[in-house]
């Protein structure tokens, strides 16, 4: 079973920049299949907030971070990041790395049945 770690998360001011990584414990798991980013707020259902394709260049952003979050990918280090900026309290959460079994340029994933394998999380906070 290959694991994704999560690293990178933290206290941080709202306002703050942030950067996430993910990594596979497989070599070259990372580059065979599209991956995502998930938060998870207290109290609240997972939702999706970014996605990349096999390929570096192609992202999709959800609409609630666009502009402020951006993914990308080194297939080369097996690894996927999350850079946060302008962060605010809302953005407080247990952020998932996830691998997807499809990549829609054009939304989100349906639903989390296109969720391979998941992380474990690793936690932001935003304070005011």
């Known amino acids: 079973q290959v694991q994704l770690v999560e690293s990178g998360g933290r206290l941080v001011q709202a306002g703050d920049s942030l950067k996430l990584a993910c990594a596979a414990s497989r070599h070259t798991f990372l580059a065979v299949y599209p991956m995502a980013w998930y938060r998870q707020a207290p109290g609240k259902e997972r939702e999706f907030v970014a996605a990349?394709?096999?390929?570096?260049?192609?992202?999709y952003v959800s609409d609630s971070v666009n502009g402020r979050f951006t993914m990308s990918r080194d297939n080369a280090k097996n690894t996927v990041y999350l850079q946060m900026t302008s962060l605010k309290p809302e953005d407080t959460a247990v952020y998932y790395c996830a691998a997807l079994t499809m990549f829609r340029s054009d939304s989100a994933p349906k639903s989390t049945d296109e969720v391979h394998s998941w992380g474990q999380g690793t936690h932001v906070t935003v304070s005011a």
């Open positions: 990349v394709g096999t390929s570096s260049g192609t992202t």
